[in-house]
């Protein structure tokens, strides 16, 4: 039987030669000076060998146990040559099956239901949080404290429901993996009880108009970027949903010179069914206070060309619109952490509009307050949505803009305000 001094003492020679050991196992050494563990032996009468690997990474101990655990699989029957590639097979499988491939292969099969904008929003919350983390592992090494390291950085930065969210995509991506044999268990389905409970109910929103406006005074008078801050403005004058404001361009507003100027919304980026976001019909047109045109033309000089247009565009990329989470941690930095949010100025137009219709017996204008908020009754069509009841619209959106912005400084001033 060999020793370890023997196997390390072999030298090259003008020939391959081996050096035994017992029950098969040899030494092969090279004339480069390489040597390599090997094993003979025979299946159904005709000799084989199967090559363990190279010495002195793989030991003479090592060696023997490598060997007799192939001696175990030829007495239960199996040809241990074959089940080497079988497992080499499997295992370059598992590297090629990484959870970064099986989610864009999830991704693309859900495509056709979802709308563009939602499929978009889905593949960069990927990219974004995940893939870094666990997207080049294979999926059948992801473990449930990896995937909580993937959310808890995104519960942290006080985006509980995009963890949950989050969370939910990871599990359909394992689902989809156990159908196709590649995993048998979801690590993500247990972290759901992990995390921090999703806020139910209203989102939080100034009720009245004195907090609605130290929301912005303070929210403006505070560092940060520019474009945030008209954003925050145009987002608080036109009440509409935060996701169109981020995303608007500079060709959906028509008339800013005239005395009529309008927004015009995209269907596809209103919160409408994945049918309705496809018909044109069902745009929303808004109509500009005079506040609001200045706002919008302060972003347009200011932002400059940009290759999509985007006029509240990223600070890091001309290319990416501002985030939703930048305009929420403007409203938390400036105090206002449950108390107000970027989607609350839409629960604010609607209570502090409401009350003053109320109080001078207009009740026909609550109608036209909600539909100012892109509500549309079910069985109505678009031309409901787009133009009806402009004038009166427009006279409303006006008086909310001049209550709001009482005393407040021009949208130019906001450009001189400190950055960060």
Same mark, same amino acid.
């Given at each position: ?7 390390? =003492? ?21 004339? *480069? ?9 025979? &299946? ?152 921090? /409970? ?5 989102? /939080? @929103? ?22 945030? =801050? ?58 500009? *206070? ?8 302060? @972003? ?14 990223? &600070? ?6 501002? *985030? ?9 930095? @400036? ?14 137009? *609607? ?70």
């Amino acid at each position: 039987m060999l020793t370890d001094i023997a196997c390390r =003492k072999a030298v090259p020679k003008d020939k391959p030669y081996k050096l035994g050991d017992s029950g098969g196992l040899y030494l092969y050494v090279l004339p *480069s000076g390489f040597k390599s563990w090997r094993w003979k032996f025979r &299946v159904g009468g005709k000799e084989k060998r199967l090559v363990f690997g190279p010495y002195p990474a793989i030991s003479l101990s090592k060696a023997r146990e490598m060997r007799e655990e192939a001696a175990r699989r030829l007495r239960s029957g199996e040809d241990p040559a074959i089940a080497k590639r079988q497992r080499a097979a499997e295992q370059a499988a598992a590297a090629s099956n990484t959870f970064e491939s099986v989610a864009l292969d999830w991704h693309a099969s859900q495509k056709d239901v979802w709308s563009k904008r939602h499929a978009d929003l889905v593949l960069s919350s990927f990219k974004t949080d995940v893939f870094p983390r666990i997207g080049k592992l294979p999926i059948a090494a992801i473990t449930t404290p990896l995937v909580l390291e993937v959310l808890r950085p995104i519960e942290a930065r006080g985006a509980v429901e995009t963890a949950h969210r989050v969370r939910q995509r990871i599990s359909d991506v394992f689902a989809r993996a156990i159908g196709a044999g590649m995993v048998v268990t979801d690590p993500a389905a247990v972290t759901r009880r992990a995390l921090g /409970p999703k806020v139910k109910g209203k989102f /939080p @929103a100034a009720r009245t108009l004195k907090v609605a406006r130290e929301v912005l005074t303070r929210t403006e008078h505070q560092p940060g970027h520019p474009l945030t =801050k008209l954003a925050s403005r145009l987002l608080a004058l036109t009440a509409a949903r935060s996701s169109p404001v981020r995303l608007a361009e500079r060709h959906e507003f028509e008339g800013l010179d005239g005395p009529e100027p309008i927004w015009r919304i995209p269907a596809a980026k209103m919160k409408l069914g994945v049918e309705r976001k496809r018909d044109a019909a069902f745009e929303f047109i808004v109509p500009l *206070s005079r506040q609001a045109v200045e706002t919008i033309r302060v @972003a347009i000089d200011f932002s400059g060309e940009t290759a999509p247009g985007y006029i509240f565009r990223s &600070v890091r990329s001309a290319r990416r619109p501002i *985030s939703d989470s930048t305009l929420s941690k403007s409203y938390r930095e @400036a105090g206002f952490s449950g108390v107000h949010v970027p989607h609350g100025w839409r629960a604010s137009f *609607s209570t502090i509009m409401n009350e003053l219709v109320k109080e001078r017996g207009h009740d026909a204008d609550r109608a036209v307050i909600d539909l100012m908020l892109a509500h549309v009754p079910p069985g109505v069509e678009g031309d409901y949505n787009r133009a009806a009841y402009m004038p009166r619209r427009r006279a409303l959106a006006q008086e909310w803009a001049d209550l709001l912005m009482r005393d407040m400084p021009h949208p130019e001033l906001l450009l001189d305000a400190p950055r960060r």
